[in-house]
């Protein structure tokens, strides 16, 4: 059974940085390409950033190009995500999938349960 669980999420000011973590589990494949998705308030759940399994390539939503970088720890079976710049629009429940890198669509149900990161001065 795959188990997704992020962490790190909290409140910060506008300007800051964050860095949120996602141990996974479960997974009968190891070489899934992993990805960060957010869903703020109202809106559809939409793909942030996406890393492969050998890490040689990243893939990002225009909207966090250049603030955001996300990586992996095979050895750990985590997921990170460093948000630099962070803005009142980046306020959002954050969660990690499995991702098809074709498509960015995330892979495994149910989601996890998110960790919220919430940008206010």
């Known amino acids: 059974q795959v188990q997704l669980v992020e962490s790190g999420g909290g409140l910060v000011q506008p300007g800051q940085s964050l860095r949120l973590s996602c141990a996974a589990s479960?997974?009968?494949?190891?070489?899934?390409?992993m990805g960060w998705f957010r869903q703020a308030p109202g809106k559809e759940r939409e793909f942030v950033a996406a890393?492969?399994?050998?890490?040689?390539?990243?893939y990002y939503a225009d909207s966090v190009k250049g603030r955001f970088t996300i990586s992996r720890d095979n050895a750990k079976n985590t997921v990170y995500l460093q948000m630099n710049s962070l803005k009142p629009e980046d306020t959002a429940v954050y969660y990690c999938?499995?991702?098809?890198?074709?498509?960015?669509?995330?892979?495994?149900?149910?989601w996890g349960q998110g960790t919220q990161v919430t940008v206010s001065s």
């Open positions: 999938n499995a991702v098809e890198i074709k498509t960015t669509a995330a892979i495994f149900r149910p």
């Open positions: 890393i492969t399994w050998s890490r040689s390539s990243t």
């Open positions: 479960g997974f009968t494949d190891s070489y899934y390409s």
